[in-house]
């Protein structure tokens, strides 16, 4: 459910984070930047993609994805490779369930799914590590306040109904 609303909604709100509008060089287009932390690594930024809801986290670049890969807590787990239609083309995706800590923001993700498709990263004024998807914030609210450039996670308890069988 969308709701719009003039003006701005998050600018006073302590509980919401920032975010940069990420440019293409140019200042053509953009896309909300957030900032991530991956295991072993400082705090960079990743475009969050409100249209990915398969995955969690997609990196950019192969030395994040194996790196990552690396430190998971399930590593018998092999990776599911998975062959995708895009435009004229077919990419090759590896998809792993990540078992290691993730933090976006302040919301801290471990139980998601971390892929790779080693397409070259976007080219953005600023420096992108990769795509937060919202496999994670699927039961909630998430506020995007284009405005103030902040945003915020609302979890809401997801009731589900159950069908008798035919």
């Known amino acids: 459910m969308f709701k719009f609303e003039h ?5 006073n709100d302590s509980a919401s984070e920032n975010f940069i509008y990420a440019t293409k060089p140019g200042g ?7 900032e991530v932390k991956l295991p072993s690594r400082s705090v960079e930024y990743a475009i969050l993609d409100t249209g990915a809801a398969m995955f969690t986290f997609t990196p950019f670049g192969q030395v994040i994805w194996i790196d990552t890969k690396a430190k998971t807590r399930k590593k018998e787990q092999a990776a599911l490779s998975l062959k995708l239609p895009v435009v004229s083309n077919t990419i090759t995706c590896e998809l792993k369930n990540m078992s290691t800590e993730m933090v976006v923001g302040k919301y801290n993700l471990s139980d998601g799914l971390f892929g ?3 397409t ?3 080219k953005f004024v600023l420096d992108t590590v990769g795509i937060v998807g919202m496999k994670e914030f699927l039961e909630g609210s ?3 306040d284009y405005v ?9 308890e997801v009731q589900r109904t159950e069908y008798p069988a035919r």
Do not use: N, R
């Not at 053509?28 to 957030?34: D, K, L, Q, W, Y």
């Not at 103030?148 to 809401?156: L, N, P, T």
């Open 116 to 118: 790779y498709c080693g």
């Open 148 to 156: 103030a450039h902040k945003w915020k996670f609302i979890h809401q």
């Open 28 to 34: 053509e287009g953009g896309h909300i930047a957030v």
């Open 7 to 11: 003006g701005s909604s998050l600018l």
């Open 120 to 122: 070259p990263a976007p």
């Open 142 to 144: 998430l506020v995007l």
